[in-house]
């Protein structure tokens, strides 16, 4: 009789343990991988709640959470949007959730990008909460920055904002004083045009060395992105500039002002603000497109004009007139 319930002890204690097992370490029923969101506040019960509803742990919400209280930390459950593997068991979700990394996602920044797009790429984000912003142009750095779902519009622009701040206060004290730029509001402002004015790296500091030749003489820019923005605020033209823009009076258009514009035209990446605070060694004046997607420069009017016969010839060559 007594060995009899020995054997029945030890068989419930098998049961008992292969149940926990079941329970608590074995791979979870749910295929993978899948998402789940945490609210901040969350608890281990509530956590519980929600997996069982969304059929990630065997058993029920009441059976997870008695498990977590004997075999799991006690550590606080985050918040955010985590990714669970195929078949992950109980222990190991709880892990993930009290120590594990929430899922990043990215929102990138192109160098030259306006704030307007960037406003609307905020606003058409359906894993970001929260209205966007005012955006000041020029104010952000290009970038790529992560977030996590439900993270607010408004945080994720005063990173991008708080990257162009540290930014600009790290270039600025080693600038050189080539350039009659006095304050770092004109850096930005000079470097967003150089940012629109060309697509090869390499030119930058040649593009900004000649836009800092003409402010230092009081000559105008003449710079056709500056006309652009008051049309566009900074996205594609999509056509020829019109007479009328070009002769528009308003604090942007540098074919009818000397000086800077009265704010950036985009938003600069740390290379034109580099070329700004850095421009090369030029005596050139004035450039025109090569053709090739890069510049031709000139340091008279002679030069140039003969440089702009150059392009005009190539393009009826190529059927573009």
């Not at 926990?20 to 509530?46: F, N, Q």
């Not at 938003?267 to 090569?290: C, E, M, R, W």
Request: with cysteine; charged share 20%.
């Amino acid at each position: 009789m007594r060995r009899l319930l020995l054997v029945g002890v030890a068989g419930a204690l098998l049961a008992a343990l292969i149940a926990i097992y079941l329970l608590w370490w074995a791979p979870g029923p749910k295929p993978g991988p899948h998402t789940i969101i945490v609210e901040e506040g969350s608890t281990v019960g509530s956590v519980a709640r929600q997996l069982e509803k969304e059929g990630a742990i065997p058993g029920s919400a009441r059976s997870y959470y008695a498990m977590a209280r004997l075999f799991g930390s006690h550590d606080p459950i985050q918040a955010g949007e985590f990714e669970l593997p195929n078949g992950m068991g109980g222990a190991a979700i709880l892990d993930l959730l009290q120590h594990g990394k929430p899922v990043q996602r990215l929102i990138t920044v192109t160098e030259g990008m306006p704030a307007i797009i960037v406003a609307e790429k905020l606003a058409a984000n359906l894993y970001l909460t929260g209205p966007t912003p005012p955006i000041a142009e020029g104010s952000l750095l290009p970038d790529s920055y992560g977030y996590e779902r439900g993270e607010t519009r408004s945080s994720v622009v005063r990173r991008m904002q708080a990257a162009m701040t540290r930014t600009l206060y790290r270039l600025w004290p080693a600038r050189s004083t080539d350039c009659p730029i006095v304050t770092r509001d004109q850096a930005v402002t000079l470097a967003s045009i150089v940012e629109k004015e060309t697509g090869k790296a390499a030119e930058r500091p040649t593009i900004a060395g000649v836009y800092c030749n003409r402010l230092r003489i009081g000559m105008k820019l003449d710079a056709d992105p500056t006309v652009i923005y008051p049309v566009t605020k900074g996205k594609p033209l999509g056509r020829r500039i019109l007479r009328s823009e070009l002769d528009a009076a308003n604090g942007y258009n540098t074919y009818r002002r000397p000086g800077l514009p009265e704010g950036p035209i985009a938003n600069p990446g740390k290379a034109s603000i580099a070329a700004v605070l850095h421009p090369a060694p030029t005596k050139a004046l004035y450039f025109v497109a090569d053709g090739t997607g890069g510049h031709v420069f000139a340091e008279t009017l002679a030069e140039q004009q003969a440089n702009v016969a150059k392009w005009f010839a190539l393009r009826r060559a190529r059927g573009q007139m």
